[in-house]
């Protein structure tokens, strides 16, 4: 998930600020971009921030591994697309 720019929108002031809707696509793109060398045992799996193909590197099961459902439960496969 690569967040889309608000279009028409200003992302900063004219005071070179960042606006509320640029602080929020910043953090956005922070939260997409941290996602991409996160990884931990099994029990620490994101739980929050969560999207459809969010990696995360298992050192439990010593694979990466991806969301492929958020509701109504969370659901992380493997490469080959098996539940783990």
């Known amino acids: 998930m690569i ?3 608000p279009f028409n929108v200003a ?3 004219k005071d070179g ?3 509320k809707v640029g602080s929020e696509w910043l953090n956005l793109i922070w939260l997409a971009a941290n996602s991409l060398t996160e990884s931990g045992t099994t029990a620490q799996r994101p739980t929050k921030n969560l999207w ?3 990696p ?3 050192t439990t099961l010593g694979q990466p591994i ?3 459902a958020v509701t109504p439960a969370v659901v992380w496969v493997d490469a080959t697309g098996l539940s783990v």
């Open 11 to 13: 992302l900063i002031d």
């Open 52 to 54: 459809i193909g969010r």
């Open 56 to 58: 995360f590197l298992d």
């Open 3 to 5: 967040p889309t720019p």
């Open 66 to 68: 991806w969301v492929s």
């Open 17 to 19: 600020k960042v606006t």
